[in-house]
């Protein structure tokens, strides 16, 4: 779309901060290989317009793998009247900036490690057709279970964006559909 304006904001400090300083946990760029796997949501926040239930409603697990073309790929099995339902969405590591990954064109997600390859921040901070649009995502492997440490990281990163830290979500669990094998 040729109308499309993006402004990355997120390009200098808080980027940098989150890798090299101010945070407890040390940060490292993630890259399509080291994110393999299953994750889980730990906590999120970010300026949707949805109503309050819809924004704390129950969320699934999450599995990352690579695609036909190598591009990282995100699914996630979301649970409808109708039964689960795959959600898929193509996220393809930029070559030229680390720990960027391209969403869709021109809108890119940051996705970083904290303290390890257990935990990791994924961030976007964009301005599309003057919507300002941020989110961010605390993912964990294995269970949904809330380092303390990590968690004051991420509410340094979500006020960092800046969002209310009083917005922080701990989605409900939802087990209702099948988790994909860890790959
Ligand atoms: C959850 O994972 C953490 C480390 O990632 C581990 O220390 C903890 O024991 C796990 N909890 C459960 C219930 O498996
Ligand atoms: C964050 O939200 C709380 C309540 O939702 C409000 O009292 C506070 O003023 C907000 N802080 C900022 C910096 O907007
Ligand atoms: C979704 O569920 C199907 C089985 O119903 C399973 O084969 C697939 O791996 C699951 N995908 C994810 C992302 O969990």
Known sequence: MAAMQLFLLTTGLTLLSVVQAGYINRGECATTDKLLGNWYIIRWAGNLPLPEEKLRSRLPPFTLSKNKIGYLEF???????????EFKLALNEAKDKPCYFSLWIWHY????????????????????????????????????????????????????????????????FDDSCELGKES
């Open 75 to 85: 699914r996630m099995n979301i649970s409808k009247p109708i039964g689960c339902v």
């Open 109 to 172: 997600v940051v996705i970083v490690f904290v303290g390890g390859e257990n935990f990791g921040f994924a961030f976007l901070n964009a301005k599309v057709n003057d919507i300002h649009q941020k989110m961010a995502m605390f993912m964990g492997r294995r269970n949904h279970t809330a380092h303390p440490t990590m968690l004051m990281d991420f509410e340094t990163l979500v006020s960092q964006l800046p969002l209310n830290k009083t917005s922080i979500i701990n989605p409900p």
